[in-house]
């Protein structure tokens, strides 16, 4: 298993991974080009993969420009290995390193994910759009 940041060469297989997942699915998957997921990781913030075997299985985008996790998705075949922990620690680490103090995300309820972040530290705030829990993590609380 090797973790690094991300590069625009490995665009093609993250969106294999993002379209690969069975909860938080998007209903068209065009609506996130592989133009999209550049600018996320060149310009507006920063990315990071998983690959096993030159094979890219999980990958985590945050995003400076409006304070939120972009994406963080491993592909069901490789869950509960540690991979979606390790890329949220190596992001979030990165992320309040950039002198941020809060970071939010949604996600839909009722998912693994949503258990995921709970688990993690992250405290529900209300809702984003009418189909997601939006959730918080203080640069405080990550340090703890």
């Known amino acids: 298993m090797i973790f690094r940041v991300a590069e625009v060469l490995d665009i093609k297989q993250i969106q294999v991974v993002r379209n690969s997942v069975k909860e938080n699915t998007l209903s068209d998957p065009s609506l996130v080009t592989d133009r999209d997921c550049e600018e996320f990781l060149m310009e507006r913030g920063k990315g990071w993969v998983c690959e096993i075997n030159h094979q890219i299985v999980g990958f985590a985008i945050a995003d400076l420009k409006e304070d939120n996790v972009w994406a963080l998705f491993v592909d069901p075949q490789f869950a509960k ?3 979606g922990k390790k890329l949220h620690q190596l992001m979030l680490d ?17 998912t693994r994910a949503e258990q995921f972040y709970r688990t ?25």
């Open 81 to 83: 290995q540690g991979i």
């Open 94 to 110: 990165w992320y309040f390193d950039q002198q941020r103090e809060r970071i939010w995300l949604g996600t839909s309820p009722g």
């Open 120 to 144: 993690l530290g992250w405290q529900e705030i209300g809702m984003h759009g009418k189909d997601e829990i939006k959730f918080e993590l203080t640069k405080e609380n990550w340090r703890k």
